[in-house]
């Protein structure tokens, strides 16, 4: 069974999207700040993580950057912020993200591209290419 990290300071978000996950079958950690986030990524090494931007306790793309020095550097991450800055998205896209939404998002589509990232979906799909997923919805 695949797991997914999710990294959000909201625990009502945290709490929809591991429950989403969950009734998908994935087994979902979960962290509500950056540095738990990094610490349970080194110790558990999901094959997907979730993660939010704006955090207490270490920022998304702070996270990120630590863990693309570890031994978690190939984990693919989606970004998630509410955030509307464009700058943003190329600094994710500047990390190696696979994906980047922004809240309020579209669950189906979440979970569509957590599921073609990892290989749920279609028998025989293949993870999209590294570059960012052009994943976005409107409010």
Known sequence: MKKILIVEDDKRITAALQIRLASSGYTVLT?????????????????LILMDIMMPVGMGFSVAERLKESTCAQVPIIFITASKRSCLRRTAEKLGAVGFFEKPYDAGELLGAVDLILGAGTPGALPPPPALMAVRTAV
């Open 31 to 47: 962290a509500h700040n950056g540095f738990d986030g990094l610490k349970l990524a080194l110790a558990e090494r999901p094959d």
